[in-house]
């Protein structure tokens, strides 16, 4: 499952980032997913769920966001988003769009990407607590 690698380095990027922070708890994980990058929200959250397991996420919510895509045509010069079914056949490591209007191969310029933009933690007044 694709997902569970996905979201298995975006939690060590978490957990790499959170080291320089004193917190309580994490509250809530907010990510940023492409609509071309095919990631299931469910399959995220179920990956997140058992990935974040022994770790200072577990709990947190995840707060899941699927931001458009942009492509670009060289051919007729189309440039904009790219109405994709989720159809399985883009499931593969590198599938190749095409262009809406003249169905030529389109340069994908966002809409693969799959990144963490929030981290909400509860911080403790009056110090550590471990
Ligand atoms: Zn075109």
Request: proline content about 4%.
């Amino acid at each position: 499952m694709h997902e569970i690698s996905v979201m298995s380095q975006l939690i060590k990027a978490i957990l790499e980032k959170l080291k320089d922070y004193d917190f309580t708890e994490v509250r809530e994980v907010e990510i940023s997913v492409g609509e071309l990058a095919f990631l299931a929200e469910d399959q995220l959250k179920f990956a997140f769920e058992v990935l974040s397991e022994n770790t200072v996420l577990n709990g947190a919510e995840l707060n899941i966001k699927i931001s458009k895509s942009t492509v670009s045509c060289e051919s007729c010069g189309y440039e904009g988003p790219l109405n994709v079914e989720d159809d399985p056949k883009y499931h593969i490591a590198f599938p190749i769009f095409a262009c809406p209007k003249c169905n030529s191969p389109v340069e994908v310029i966002k809409g693969r990407e799959c990144e963490v933009t929030n981290v909400r933690l509860a911080i403790e007044e009056g110090g550590k607590e471990k």
